[in-house]
T-cell receptor, first 114, second 118 residues
Framework: GENVEQHPSTLSVQEGDSAVIKCTYS??????FPWYKQELGKRPQLIID?????GEKKDQRIAVTLNKTAKHFSLHITETQPEDSAVYFC?????????????FGAGTRLFVKA | GAGVSQSPRYKVAKRGQDVALRCDPI?????LFWYQQALGQGPEFLTY????????KSGLPSDRFFAERPEGSVSTLKIQRTQQEDSAVYLC????????????????FGAGSRLTVL
């Protein structure tokens, strides 16, 4: 089955710096890659996603890139702010007959120091 | 409803007790998923439904875990003879489902049910 590896497990940056989180997946049939942000004690919330027919997508300070050949994708946060501090999860989703299945990485705890 | 609702939010069980966790998905969402999230870990897939059909239950850790969605809406995750290792947050998520249309496989999560087994 699908396996998603995520690095680093912890990331600490200074406010205003950029943060990059990287993920790899194992199943080349996966075709949808969402990123979720989870604040302490809260539910995961979708922040951005990318489909396999696109190499890059940007939404204000957040961007995702996808390399299908290498089976890896990355989240880039620019001009980080203290409120970006949270756990970020990447995921890979595989469409199957009648539905799909989403597998998550182990998460990256991002600390943004003011 | 407006979002995914889960109950109870917190459940403390003695080892060996049975528990039932409920998920009420967004109205009209065809797909429903259960995940287990241990402290400091990512959500681990347990099972998913397309309407009332359970299409994949490969993530259920043992035969003590059972999930159902009899009418294609509300789902219940049941854990029999709970063990300490079952302590975790159980997250339910729903999505429009179906084919890979825009937004069809975006997961919306509930707040989770935190299970503590003593």
């Amino acid at each position: 089955g699908e396996n998603v590896e995520q690095h680093p497990s912890t990331l600490s940056v200074q406010e205003g710096d950029s943060a990059v989180i990287k993920c790899t997946y194992s199943d080349s049939a996966s075709n949808y890659f969402p990123w979720y942000k989870q604040e302490l004690g809260k539910r995961p919330q979708l922040i951005i996603d990318i489909r396999s027919n696109v190499g890059e997508k940007k939404d204000q300070r957040i961007a995702v890139t996808l390399n299908k050949t290498a089976k890896h994708f990355s989240l880039h946060i620019t001009e980080t702010q203290p409120e970006d501090s949270a756990v970020y999860f990447c995921a890979a989703s595989l469409s199957r007959t009648g539905g799909f299945k989403t597998i998550f990485g182990a998460g990256t705890r991002l600390f943004v120091k003011a | 409803g407006a979002g995914v609702s889960q109950s109870p939010r917190y459940k403390v069980a003695k080892r060996g007790q049975d528990v039932a966790l409920r998920c009420d998905p967004i109205s009209g969402h065809v797909s429903l998923f259960w995940y287990q999230q241990a402290l400091g870990q990512g959500p681990e897939f347990l099972t998913y439904f397309q309407n009332e059909a359970q299409l994949d239950k490969s993530g259920l850790p043992s035969d003590r875990f059972f999930a159902e969605r009899p009418e294609g809406s509300v789902s219940t995750l049941k854990i029999q003879r709970t063990q300490q290792e079952d302590s975790a947050v159980y997250l339910c998520a729903s999505s429009l489902g179906g084919q890979l249309l825009s937004g069809a496989n975006v997961l919306t999560f509930g707040a989770g049910s935190r299970l503590t087994v003593l």
